[in-house]
């Protein structure tokens, strides 16, 4: 069977951890050349290894003319997938000034950035793929403490059905992969830090009514297939890999 991505150019972002890690392995393995952006570049170190098609750079998304840039340099990008993020804890009220730009700047304005760099060779070439990891937690539902996490998650949503909508004449495709609650470093590390991380973890587990956390491979599954041409009649879609989280 040939490789679903064979001949093409994946630029990923958030690809030192988690679901973007996992994108950039799975893209690798079906033949993409990968450009894996991280600001930890430490955390890329090893893929490399992986398969030589890996590029990893040194990345903050939240920089616009750095985006730029990158984007530039890693030459022909025909698939644009958008995974950094960062998970504020806390409700209305526990979200400060700084923890509020922060969710917007690091999940949402870093797709604007992302995207309007990548997009016009796209249109160009009359073809690419787009996919900005949102979530559950967003318009699709509202989850405690989660507020800014959810205001810029569901911003993304909208970023995507309008872009979508903006350049669907053009060959280019944009759509919205919505985790569930993942089992990866940063729900670990979040885990970790609460006062009980045992009921914690029952708590992220008993969202899910198939009674477990989702993978991020099953994650980067959903997002190879909204990248690849199997995908090719879809676009503006939110594709909800949740575990039953949101029935």
């Known amino acids: 069977m040939a490789a679903r991505l064979a001949g093409k150019r994946a630029f990923v972002t958030g690809a030192g951890q988690g679901i973007g890690r996992a994108v950039v392995l799975a893209f690798a393995e079906e033949g993409a050349e990968v450009v894996a952006a991280s600001r930890t570049a430490e955390k890329m170190r090893d893929l490399p290894g992986h398969s030589p098609s890996i590029r990893p750079i040194g990345l903050d998304v939240t920089d616009g003319p750095a985006v730029a840039r990158a984007i530039q340099d890693a030459g022909r990008v025909d698939i644009l997938v958008n995974c950094a993020g960062w998970v504020h804890n806390g409700t209305l009220l526990d979200c400060s000034d700084e923890d509020w730009a922060r969710s917007l700047d690091q999940n949402v304005t870093s ?15 009359g073809s690419g793929s787009i996919v900005n990891v949102a979530s559950v937690a967003s318009s699709i539902t509202g989850v405690a403490n989660r507020a800014a996490y959810g205001a810029s998650k569901a911003a993304v949503i909208g970023l995507t059905k309008a872009v979508a909508r903006d350049v669907i004449r053009t060959g280019v495709r944009v759509n919205a992969l919505c985790p569930g609650t993942t089992r990866s470093p940063s729900l670990e590390a979040r885990i970790a830090a609460t006062d009980d991380p045992e009921a914690t973890r029952r708590a992220f587990v008993e969202r899910q009514p198939m009674g477990r956390l989702g993978k991020v491979e099953e994650m980067a599954a959903a997002a190879l297939y909204l990248a690849g041409d199997g995908s090719a009649f879809t676009t503006g879609t939110i594709m909800v890999v949740d575990g039953g989280q949101t029935l």
Request: glycine share 6%.
């Open 111 to 125: 797709c604007f950035f992302t995207i309007r760099a990548a997009l016009p060779g796209m249109i160009e070439r």
